[in-house]
């Protein structure tokens, strides 16, 4: 028998889970967010906090042409019509939903603005999108969620930066905008210093903002509450048996339950029965509540599953001793390739990081290509940043601490390495070829927008290619770390789960990690995870109230 009852049981607290209760909330319903861990907001408080969502009304306000149509064709490039993970009935409902989502968050107070030149990753692809499709929330003083404040999530980048920003930062020591930008980090870190704020930006921009609205709405939200399984009763999801601060209890849900949860990247067990080895749930860099509980609980229920194998892949430098730090932007700038044990390339670096990923994987059992050694010259460390170092020289701490490899000659950052020394400088000789041309016969790095977003604007001919020629050189192992497993339950177009007949179990909704990516194993665009988490709390919310 429940000790409680509410119209919807929202379970975790990540965009799709602050989406759905507050749409649940707006329809009349009565909804009771659940979520694990102490803190409020998920694996989107520590994300860049970007949503990509095409046609979006932000895009018709600023006069940017983009179409139902076009990001429906988009999607044909990555998925087919008999993927049952991601159906065309599925696909137009997550296009169809962006505008009534929006219109509804921005009545209740939400800021967006535009990712503008976040282009799409594949924008030469039909359907795709040079301008960018890409939606963030505008920066948050975090002292507006009052008590709440000491139970949010904050970023995993804590600075007063958008992360539409972060590109130009990253130009400090190439070009002018990039150092105004520096200045007016600068200028905001003062501010906040002397004001006493916490300003947000990023993830902790976008959950920080949703946390206001429900709290405002007066949804009620319990954290420390884990799911420990889901009520079925005669096939039928009735509610979710949990724990909440240490007490065991059971939730009658009378509209369903929604498991808005991440998936399972910290949950090494799940990984090593359905991922591809090798793997590890020390190279993640997901919210520590995604250990898979909610997914195994869908699972037992007779949720039917796909892409377990697949993550969001993102290149990442671990050093022991020290955090470990994505290397995305990096790849893209000129002076740097990626390669194999053998001393080949792997894969054009400047494409997306799940692309990147997954290469190497694909790689792997023929040449070692996990980890992956990213090999620069001279000048790309003296003009880029590389992991939030700024440009320079190489720290004695990286060569001291085994962290990084340098060496007057290709020849002997090779032998450091243990890359083949005739493979790595055949390849850098013809790479270097390419960057004379500016046009990369083998994986035509450079050519699409994306691949200059990061780019070096100042380089010529081609703003993602430079020769790797000037010593000395210098060398880091790349593993494929991640940010959420993007496997897991299936379902329909209302959010609905279903068995692996099709058949709907009664009751069950799901977004976000948990179940399966609406792209395939790609990633095809910044925010698409978050996006898609959003959209579909927003409409198993509106189903669930109808």
């Not at 700024?390 to 450091?416: C, F, H, M, S, V």
Request: proline share 5%; net charge neutral; aromatic share 8%.
């Amino acid at each position: 028998m429940a000790d409680q009852a509410f119209d919807l049981v929202v379970v975790g607290s990540g965009i799709g889970g602050l989406t759905a209760a507050i749409t649940a909330k707006l329809e009349g319903l009565r909804p009771l967010l659940l979520e694990k861990t102490p803190l409020i907001g998920g694996s989107s408080a520590l994300s860049g906090g970007v949503l990509w969502l095409p046609n979006n009304p932000l895009m018709a306000r600023a006069g940017i042409a983009d179409s139902r149509e076009a990001g429906l064709r988009y999607f044909e490039n990555f998925v087919g019509p008999d993927d049952r993970y991601s159906t065309p009935a599925r696909r137009e409902a997550f296009v169809d939903n962006i505008a009534p989502m929006i219109a509804a968050l921005e009545a209740q107070g939400m800021k967006y603005r535009r990712c503008h030149g976040y282009s799409d990753y594949y924008d030469s692809l039909p359907g795709g999108h040079a301008a960018g499709r890409a939606l963030e929330a505008e920066l948050f003083d975090a002292g507006r969620l009052g008590d709440w404040k000491a139970k949010f999530r904050g970023p995993s980048v804590d600075l007063p930066i958008r992360t539409s920003e972060g590109a130009r930062m990253m130009r400090l020591g190439i070009t002018l905008d990039g150092k105004t930008m520096a200045a007016k980090l600068a200028g905001r870190i003062a501010a906040n210093k002397l004001t006493g704020r916490t300003v947000y930006g990023s993830g902790g921009a976008l959950q920080g903002r949703m946390l206001e609205i429900a709290l405002k709405l007066g949804v009620e939200i319990w954290t420390e509450a884990a799911l420990v399984d889901l009520d079925v009763r005669d096939r039928r999801v009735e509610g979710v048996h949990l724990t909440h601060q240490g007490r065991s209890t059971t939730v009658r849900a009378t509209r369903g339950v929604l498991i808005a949860a991440a998936g399972f990247a910290r949950n090494l067990r799940m990984r090593q029965t359905h991922q591809r080895a090798p793997i590890s749930d020390d190279w993640t860099y997901a919210s520590p509540g995604e250990t898979g509980e909610a997914l195994e609980a869908m699972m037992r229920a007779g949720a039917g599953t796909a892409l377990m194998d697949e993550a969001w892949w993102t290149t990442s430098w671990i050093r022991e001793g020290a955090e470990a730090r994505q290397i995305i932007p990096e790849l893209a700038k000129p002076h740097a390739i990626l390669v194999d044990h053998a001393g080949q390339r792997i894969v054009n670096e400047a494409n997306s990081y799940m692309e990147v990923g997954r290469a190497c994987y694909a790689r792997n059992p023929k040449a070692k290509a996990i980890p992956a050694w990213a090999i620069l010259d001279a000048r790309h460390r003296r003009r880029y940043f590389f992991g939030f170092q700024p440009p320079g020289g190489l720290p004695k701490a990286w060569i001291a601490n085994g962290w990084a490899k340098q060496d007057a000659t290709l020849e002997g950052l090779a032998a450091q390495c243990g890359i083949d020394p005739a493979g790595l400088a055949a390849t850098v000789e013809r790479f270097n070829g390419f960057c004379d041309t500016g046009v990369d016969e083998d994986y035509g790095r450079g050519k699409s927008a994306y691949n200059r977003y990061y780019a070096d604007p100042t380089n010529k001919p081609n703003a993602s290619l430079g020769p790797i020629a000037e010593p000395p050189f210098w060398a880091v192992q790349l593993w494929p770390g991640d940010v959420g497993t993007c496997g897991g339950a299936v379902a329909d177009e209302h959010a609905r789960v279903l068995r692996a007949d099709g058949s709907v179990i009664d009751g069950l909704y799901a977004t976000g990690n948990c179940t399966a990516s609406l792209a395939g194993p790609n990633y095809v665009g910044a925010g698409q995870s978050i996006g898609a988490s959003g959209v579909f709390g927003y409409v198993a919310a509106k189903h669930a109230a109808a």
